[in-house]
């Protein structure tokens, strides 16, 4: 299956997982930082995985689909930190057409409300803060800075 469709379906499996703190997804808070899908292969048919220059040494000709996932969480006392992430990996894991998920937690750079989607600010009554075709600003009183 190409990496493009997958990498689009790994997508919208993140719009479905919801934060169990705040009422949005992870995808529209955020939290995901990135998305790469790769095609590696398996050697000896255990689960060592060898990229050679970023590309997979076909030995044996099995390969799979692998989806590496860096993401963040809203706080690092976040409760339900690595139970969350577990999660995430296995629903991944749940797309056809991926076979492994690497999810990967990380703090730098942390996060913040302006990681957000519009939508997902909008959802949570935030005030927008962004030129309007006006000069002004929407939510602030019209000053640029």
């Not at 040494?57 to 409760?79: D, K, Q, R, W, Y």
């Not at 959802?123 to 030129?131: A, S, Y």
């Amino acid at each position: 299956m190409n990496s493009q469709v997958l990498h689009k379906d790994v997508v919208n499996v993140c719009k479905t997982i919801y934060d169990p703190e705040i009422p949005q997804n992870i995808w529209d808070l955020g939290l995901v930082y990135s998305v790469e899908i790769e095609e590696r292969t398996k050697i000896d048919g255990d689960a060592r995985e060898v990229l050679d220059e970023g590309k997979p040494i076909n030995e044996s000709g099995e390969t799979f689909m692998h989806a590496a996932i860096v993401m963040t969480l809203t706080t690092p006392s976040c409760p339900v930190g690595p139970e969350f992430l577990n999660t995430v990996k296995t629903r991944v894991q749940s797309v056809e057409g991926i076979d492994r998920c690497n999810v990967e937690l990380v703090w730098d750079p942390p996060w913040n409300q302006s990681m957000m989607s519009e939508e997902a600010q909008t959802m949570l009554g935030m005030e927008l803060n962004r030129p309007m075709l006006d000069g002004t600003r929407a939510g602030g009183n019209g000053d640029w800075e």
